[in-house]
């Protein structure tokens, strides 16, 4: 069982809809969790953190938190084509070095 | 606010060849700084990590070292580059204080091995 999972994608959304994304970790210790999207060619952008069970939203974003279910997921509202990136999950133990175990990343494209 | 700065951006080598890679921080201190390898349509790999000058941790058996000669400074090296170590090299930091910190990266360098 891989440590972080993310279905691979490609996921496929029209303008406008939402998009969700989801994670599964398989270490029940793990404190801090992570959004990053990744452009093509480009480095891993964080956009969200999480910490504690429930949903964190910021503009467009919501991140929910399960812990008791190991599960991760993002939530992103009126998808743009701006939004088509690779979004990686990560995940931290909470050690005192912020060693984060990744996801492989979903595709994700937003079509017109 | 903090910066990384991160070069070359794209580098080209031979089989053989050395390699050294340089990342930055600016507008903190004490971070904990990592390096990371991307291969082509993969995940990300943790290759090195530091908590401090001269406190280099490594995660994976291969033929990269790496150094932190100043608080902010990191370096990647190799000696004889291979063909596997073609890919998307990240730098990142956090700010180091007990766990639970987001990282933060570069914006890379790809290196190629002919």
């Known amino acids: 069982q891989k440590e972080v999972e993310q279905n691979s994608g490609p996921l496929s959304v029209p303008e406008g809809a939402i998009a969700s994304l989801n994670c599964t970790y398989s270490?029940?210790?793990?404190?801090?969790f992570f959004w990053y999207r990744q452009y093509s060619g480009k480095s891993p952008e964080l956009i969200m953190s999480i910490y504690s069970n429930g949903d964190k939203e910021d503009g467009r974003f919501t991140a929910q938190l399960n812990k008791a279910s190991q599960y991760v997921s993002l939530l992103i509202r009126d998808s743009q084509p701006s939004d088509s990136a690779t979004y990686l999950c990560a995940v931290n133990r909470g050690t005192s070095y912020g060693k984060l175990t990744f996801g492989q990343g979903t595709i994700l494209t937003v079509h017109p | 606010s903090q910066t990384i700065h991160q070069w070359p951006a794209t580098l080209v080598q031979p089989v053989g060849s050395p390699l050294s890679l340089e990342c930055t921080v600016e507008?903190?201190?004490?971070?904990?700084l990592y390096w990371y390898r991307q291969a082509a349509g993969r995940g990300l790999q943790l290759l090195f990590y530091?908590?401090?000058?001269?406190?280099i941790s490594s995660e994976v058996p291969q033929n990269l070292s790496a150094s932190r000669p100043q608080d902010r400074q990191f370096i990647l090296s190799s000696k004889k580059l291979l063909l596997s170590d073609s890919g998307f090299y990240l730098c990142?930091?956090?700010?180091?204080?007990?766990?639970?910190?987001?990282?933060?990266f570069g914006d890379g360098t790809r290196l190629s091995i002919l």
């Open positions: 270490d029940r210790v793990s404190q801090s």
């Open positions: 530091s908590v401090g000058i001269g406190q």
């Open positions: 990142a930091w956090d700010r180091g204080r007990g766990g639970n910190q987001p990282q933060h």
């Open positions: 507008g903190t201190s004490n971070p904990n």
